[in-house]
């Protein structure tokens, strides 16, 4: 790898832009994550994504900002959810049929509106092109919030993660550190949209996580650790694909792919895997 | 220390818990049995703080509230959560620790004493699924304990845990009674509270019968909690009762 490989993206000003909203969206994702997957939520996460494009193609139809649009989609889909839940039928089909008929909605308008923001290839697997100040400013301060969150209440938040019950009996506010986390949850998601695409900022949450998982034994290690990958992945990803000239969202996700499976394979028959969490 | 009045209960129309009263004082042990939907979890619950009655009314004797500690039912989930000794003992204090990621030297102090004195302190460092089923109990208690409790509560302490390990976990218990700690213990295991608990409440929907083991377990209280007919012996002071049927 020659010098130039790492300098020559810079000459783009979108590059610079592009790495720095990367960095911020993969080290949150990274520190979500590890609660995300041992809450085995991962399946809320995509389905919550998905629902994001309905959102988005509405809210450009009838003049809405794209954040705005998605933020709203991903509250609806969360009451959706909830609301079909509450007539009997269990969680991940709720998610199926809301997920779907949202991602339908979305995918519906967009094959037939000419409006350039409705992209659907930057919309699914997401546009480092599109990058701009603005995204940047929003997502330092949706990052900075959510930081500030999940370091004031980590340990209410692990808790509750780990009993809710016992939690509770503990002084645990439970409500309010769940109502936190969803809303945490959906910061990240709507916010990751412009860099990975709907269709791959549950990827995001589950890679470095699940790689930390298998690595380290105490959470807060797993939490540090998913956070670095969630950081690593991005940069590395986002080079990738400037150079190979492909997507942003597929090339963060398939770095992180591939760093999963080596580690899979290096440590042989893992202590843990991530599927046997809870 | 907490005190139930009248207390009952029900999930929509169907009624757990009937008429119920019950009261525990600081440095007393009291076995909760009965059968599966007797409404032991419930009556926990509720002593808890999590569930509020239907009718009745739970009182503290203090301005106050009580402080509980609870020790669930071993869960497969639980242990399987990637966390050490040590930091799952830690979260006991998790509402009340200082608003930042990591615990105060005088908090893990706190907690290496406990782990110390429940026998696992050099295992604060490993992860949970590397514990026996009798160590993964004791850390449950220890986080418990953490809490600073005056009143703790075990939801089938017994279950799932060989009689060796059984053995260990009642002499727990009977420390921490005299510690001062109020304990109460729901368990399915009728043998195991008449032979070594000071006070068993029977329950089915109702209190059967509340009282020293030996003075309230006959064939009468035994039929009308589970349903069934069995043989109550005495046995070097001890009730024990025994299935006629399997007997032969």
Redesign the interface.
């Known amino acids: 790898m020659t010098m130039s490989y790492l300098t020559e993206p810079f000459q783009y000003d979108f590059f610079g832009r592009a790495l720095i909203v990367a960095i911020l969206i993969g080290v949150l994702a990274g520190a979500l994550g590890?609660f995300v997957l041992?809450r085995r939520m991962a399946y809320i996460g995509q389905g919550m994504s998905q629902s994001v494009l309905g959102g988005v193609a509405l809210g450009v139809t009838y003049g809405l900002d794209i954040y705005v649009g998605a933020a709203l989609a991903a509250v609806l889909s969360a009451g959706l959810i909830h609301f079909v839940r509450s007539r009997g039928l269990s969680v991940d089909t709720a998610i199926g049929i809301v997920a779907s008929t949202m991602f339908a909605t979305g995918v519906a308008i967009i094959s037939s509106s000419r409006d350039r923001r409705l992209n659907s290839t930057n919309l699914l697997f997401g546009n480092i092109l599109g990058v701009r100040t603005s995204d940047i400013v929003l997502v330092a301060v949706v990052f900075s919030i959510a930081m500030a969150v999940?370091?004031?209440?980590?340990?209410?938040l692990?808790?509750a993660t780990?009993?809710a019950?016992?939690?509770?009996?503990?002084?645990?506010?439970i409500k309010f550190i769940e109502t936190l986390f969803s809303m945490l949850l959906a910061m990240v998601v709507v916010t990751a949209l412009q860099v990975l695409g709907v269709l791959l900022v549950a990827a995001t949450l589950i890679i470095p996580a699940a790689t930390s998982?298998m690595t380290?034994?105490?959470?807060?290690h797993?939490v540090i650790g998913s956070m670095a990958l969630g950081f690593t992945f991005s940069v590395i990803g986002l080079f990738v694909s400037f150079h190979r000239n492909i997507a942003s969202g597929p090339a963060i996700v398939l770095v992180g792919a591939v760093v999963f499976a080596l580690n899979l394979l290096s440590i042989g028959f893992p202590r843990?895997s991530a599927g046997?969490?809870? | 220390m907490i005190r139930l009045e009248g207390v009952g209960f029900s999930y929509g129309d169907q009624s757990v818990l009937t008429d119920i009263d019950f009261t525990i004082a600081s440095g007393e042990l009291a076995g909760i049995i009965g059968p599966s939907g007797s409404g032991k979890t419930t009556l926990l619950r509720i002593l808890?703080?999590?569930l509020r009655p239907t009718i009745g009314r739970r009182t503290s004797d203090s301005s106050s509230e009580v402080?509980?500690?609870?020790v669930?039912q071993l869960?497969p989930?639980?242990r399987?959560?990637?966390?050490?000794v040590e930091?799952?003992v830690?979260?006991?204090?998790?509402?009340?620790?200082r608003?930042?990621?990591?615990?105060d030297r005088s908090e893990r102090a706190e907690t290496r004493a406990i782990l110390d004195r429940l026998g696992i302190g050099q295992l604060s460092?490993r992860?949970l699924?590397e514990l026996s089923g009798g160590q993964f109990q004791r850390a449950l208690i220890a986080?418990?304990l953490l809490?600073r409790p005056r009143l703790l509560?075990l939801d089938e302490p017994t279950s799932g845990i060989d009689l060796n390990t059984r053995q260990s976990v009642l002499k727990l218990i009977d420390e921490l009674r005299t510690d001062g700690y109020a304990v109460v213990v729901t368990t399915h295991d009728l043998n195991w509270v008449a032979a070594h608990l000071p006070r068993i409440v029977c329950l089915n929907g109702r209190i059967v019968a509340d009282g020293a083991p030996l003075d309230i377990l006959n064939e009468d209280v035994v039929a009308a909690t589970y349903g069934a007919r069995m043989d109550v012996f005495v046995h070097n002071g001890r009730p024990v009762v025994v299935d006629p049927e399997r007997m032969g």
């Open positions: 590890p041992v999940l370091f004031f209440q980590y340990k209410p692990l808790a780990h009993n019950s016992v939690a509770a009996a503990h002084g645990v506010r998982i380290f034994s105490a959470f807060r797993i843990r046997s969490i809870r | 808890l703080g999590e402080v509980v500690g609870y669930p869960d989930s639980e399987s959560f990637p966390l050490t930091e799952m830690l979260l006991g204090r998790s509402a009340f620790s608003r930042r990621p990591w615990f460092q992860r699924d986080r418990a809490s509560l």
